[in-house]
């Protein structure tokens, strides 16, 4: 088999695979509202991008450098945007030392 098949299909792999994503990230980009992902899913999705980042660089250029410096940026924007833009907690009454309610007599 001609090595330039498997390049072509990793190329069209990569270029749906990051075009899945975009419409996340638009509508992310757009809206601020990232409530529907977990802080945990980002994060450990961004360790482990770290991690394969390791094994996908020490291999010789191709598609799957292109996808997975992708995935970087994808995962790695998420993790901010989800700090930057998660909404500030607001202290309730009994964070602030009210135990009790006072009601008028």
Do not use: C
């Not at 270029?15 to 419409?23: D, M």
């Not at 961004?46 to 292109?66: C, D, E, K, Q, T």
């Not at 945007?81 to 008028?104: F, I, N």
């Amino acid at each position: 088999m001609s090595s330039s098949i498997p390049i072509a299909a990793g190329a069209v792999a990569s270029v749906i695979f990051a075009g899945s994503v975009l419409p996340m990230l638009g509508k992310a980009a757009r809206t601020k509202d990232l409530s529907s992902y977990s802080r945990g899913h980002l994060v450990l999705a961004n360790v482990g991008n770290l991690f394969y980042s390791v094994y996908v660089f020490h291999l010789p250029p191709g598609p799957i450098w292109a996808l997975h410096t992708f995935y970087l940026a994808s995962s790695a924007l998420m993790l901010l945007w989800s700090l930057r833009y998660a909404p500030r907690r607001r202290a309730t009454s009994v964070e602030q030392g009210a135990s009790h309610v006072h009601t008028p007599a």
